[in-house]
């Protein structure tokens, strides 16, 4: 945990507004930027926010990266949550296209904030890892929710993998397409389920339903027998 993190549910009304438009700034600017590294003071200047003010609330520009990963993980997650295949998959590849499938629309609900990963990637690696691996531990708890899954040397960690392929597909195809086009949505499918496969059993024992998930976004699985 940052030290914003511990520091952030103690913020006053005014120290929760400055964090807010710090993260803002950061996005915009980070968005601006072309790769090139982003500083700290660019941004709480940008921001009307004073150095002092900044200060309390983020140690340093790594520091705001890393709480600006955990707000996209965060909406990244909740995203996941209301999200509902409709029926559970029959297997793992369904699964995982369902996985593939809703990070897609996602990406193309959040287009600009999607585009902010690669700069947080550049400049600060440590806090695109940080949010990957969070990732990774829903993405486990989501398998385990259908399958029983074996003992995997290293899970979380190739689940990190199978979410950057997704971050590194999409990206590619917004960059040199514009958006997502239905051949490159098949195509990051086909790469995430071939890289699961070899770490994953072609089957997998089915858990019973725990309860009804409530159901607010629903995306159909296609048939990958």
């Known amino acids: 945990m940052n030290r914003s993190e511990q520091r952030i549910p103690k913020l006053r009304t005014r120290g ?28 709480f200047e940008a921001a ?9 609330i983020y140690i340093g520009i790594d520091d705001l990266l890393q709480d600006l990963a955990a707000e996209w993980i965060n909406n990244f997650v909740d995203y996941l949550k209301s999200s509902d295949p409709g029926k559970p998959p029959e297997n793992w590849a369904q699964l995982s296209d369902f ?32 949010a990957v691996h969070a990732l990774s531990d829903c993405l486990a708890d989501l398998f385990n929710r259908y399958f029983v899954v074996p003992e995997v040397p290293g ?23 514009g958006h997502i086009s239905e051949e490159r949505l098949l195509e990051a499918e086909a790469l995430c389920k ?3 496969a070899f770490h994953l059993p072609a089957w997998l024992p089915a858990r019973k339903p725990a309860g009804t998930c409530t159901k607010n976004r629903i995306i159909t699985f296609r048939d990958t027998s």
Request: hydrophobic letters at 40%; charged letters at 25%.
């Open 16 to 43: 929760r507004e400055n964090r807010r438009k710090l993260l803002a700034e950061a996005e915009r600017l980070l968005l601006e930027s072309g790769g090139e590294p982003l500083k700290f003071s660019a941004v």
């Open 48 to 56: 009307g926010v004073s150095r002092g003010s900044a200060y309390r």
């Open 99 to 130: 996985i593939v499938k809703w990070a897609a629309a996602y990406w193309a609900e959040t287009a600009d904030t999607m585009r902010v990963l690669p700069r947080i990637r550049s400049n600060a690696p440590a806090s695109y890892n940080h």
């Open 155 to 177: 899970w979380s960690s190739k689940l990190a993998f199978f979410t950057q392929l997704c971050d590194i597909s999409f990206s590619d195809a917004v960059r040199s397409e």
């Open 194 to 196: 071939t890289y699961l």
